[in-house]
């Protein structure tokens, strides 16, 4: 790093290193990033305790109190003496609790605060649509394909769409990524659909921080996830989810297929007191919908498959859909047209095609052979085999082309027509 120096003035804080500045305001939460910026410096430096003896020598002379995350350190004003601490200074440490501090998210600009969406406009939503995210040759997102497909969405009648989840392989996007496409989902179709974010995360850090940038860029609601792979206990889900439930409307997805940990009825409830629930993404079946929807709280299903009856039979107010993507009309029908049992069996062979392989292998295939996103593929994806391609052209004649979305013929297409993306 070189050389190191600190400077401190009435109004800011300032480093200097052979690398140029870095200045950070008389914002105390600031502080807090500068830390963490530097945090490299103190772990590389054999003077470790003169730098950081200077730093805190330097903000002591720019504010009373230093404000942490769950930790509070006040100075009396008269331990300061002409930007000098006394020998006598009292400071008074306040250890860490364990409960949860709900006042660390980003504030909400005016008009944000203006424009939000209250979580009763999230819960009347019926279909929701997990968008599929279309890629370029070099692996980069396919705007032009993607503002087709949303339109497409919102011309057959869908209320919602979630960006940036399964389907939309929010799992392959970096953040920047991803929080790029909801903002531009937000911009271009925000007034017409409610755009829903997936922002969970099986780190609460990162959920937080997604979340708050999510609702920065104008969504309307989060999509969280129970923490995978790193399980915790029930109590930790509870806490998991209390961190993001302040921040704005929130559908909670229940999916042990994919994080191998269910989320039980009794975490819900306990979370069904927060006003910002909105509901559940359910897949774990009608009954446990019926559970819920027995005691007020909003499901919608999470299985193509099961929508229907969980939607007529169950008490669920609707379905976030795969299969949406590519018959937006016929779900719609399905779901918000009445009881229909004739339709939910003419469906059914392509709902079991597109999941006869994990999510959205089935999907991204399709919609390539459909040609209304180009056969580009980011690893681990790779398209379905031949013999299932040549499947699914029967199942849209058999369906009917004009229920499709796109105005292009369906194509059986060769192996070497597919792109499969590495790095990107």
Known sequence: MGSVWMTASENSLTLLNKHGKWKAGNCLCNYCHFFHFHQHLFHSHASNDVVLLNILMALL????????RATAFPLLPSDVTHGHTTNTRKLHWKPTQAALTSSFHLPMRSFEAKNRTSTDDVKRLRLITAIKTPYLPDGRFDLEAYDTLVNLQIENGVEGVIVGGTTGEGQLMSWDEHIMLIGHTVNCFGV???VI???????TREAIHATEQGFAVGMHAALHINPYYGKTSLNGLISHFNTVLPMGPT????????????IPPQVIQTLAQSASLAGVKECMGN??????????????????DQCHDA????????????????????MREL?????????NSKLMPLVEWLFCEPNPIGLNTALAQLGVARPVFRLPYVPLPLKKRMEFVNLVKGIGREHFIGDKDVQVLDDNDFILIGRH
Request: glycine letters at 12%; a positive charge.
């Open 335 to 343: 779901i918000i047209g009445g009881e229909n049992p004739a339709l």
């Open 251 to 262: 559908i909670i997805y229940n999916v042990p297929s994919r994080t191998s940990q269910d």
């Open 311 to 330: 939607r007529w039979g169950y008490g669920a107010t609707g379905v976030i859909s795969v299969a949406s993507n590519l018959v937006p009309g016929l």
């Open 287 to 304: 009954d446990r919908i019926k559970q819920y929807t027995d005691n007020g709280i909003v499901v919608w299903s999470g299985n193509d």
């Open 61 to 68: 002379k720019t504010s009373t109190t230093l404000s942490f």
């Open 192 to 194: 017409k659909i409610k």
């Open 197 to 203: 974010g997936n922002t969970g995360s099986n780190s």
